[in-house]
């Protein structure tokens, strides 16, 4: 068991669930910088402005079609202190 949660400095990374309604994968274009996720569909566009920095060459995408969901697992970019290590 850890102690980790998602409102301590502990967590490791951030999930970003979408939904999507009607959307194929094949149609999604998702772009995520160190601070900033961009996804696009013909139907959809998101610019979300994350709240904390990430390693986004590090993160993952799994859609999940009979949820009609995109979920994006980011692993933060925190600088190392004691509370971290934790």
Same mark, same amino acid.
Do not use: W
């Given at each position: 068991?850890?102690?980790?949660?998602?409102? +301590?400095?502990?967590?490791? +990374?951030?999930? *970003?669930? !979408?939904?999507?309604?009607?959307? #194929? !994968?094949?149609? %999604? %274009?998702?772009? %995520? =910088?160190?601070? /900033?996720?961009?996804?696009?569909?013909?139907?959809? =566009?998101?610019?979300? $402005?994350?709240? $904390?920095? *990430? $390693?986004?060459?590090?993160?993952? &995408?799994? /859609? /999940? &079609?009979? =949820?009609?969901?995109?979920? *994006?697992?980011?692993?933060?970019?925190?600088?190392?202190?004691? !509370? #971290?290590? &934790?």
């Amino acid at each position: 068991m850890s102690r980790k949660d998602p409102s +301590s400095m502990c967590c490791e +990374s951030m999930v *970003v669930k !979408i939904k999507l309604p009607g959307t #194929n !994968i094949s149609e %999604v %274009v998702l772009d %995520v =910088k160190e601070k /900033f996720l961009d996804l696009r569909t013909p139907k959809y =566009k998101l610019g979300l $402005h994350l709240p $904390h920095p *990430v $390693h986004c060459l590090e993160g993952k &995408a799994q /859609f /999940f &079609a009979e =949820k009609e969901e995109l979920e *994006v697992t980011l692993p933060m970019n925190r600088l190392l202190d004691c !509370i #971290n290590l &934790a």
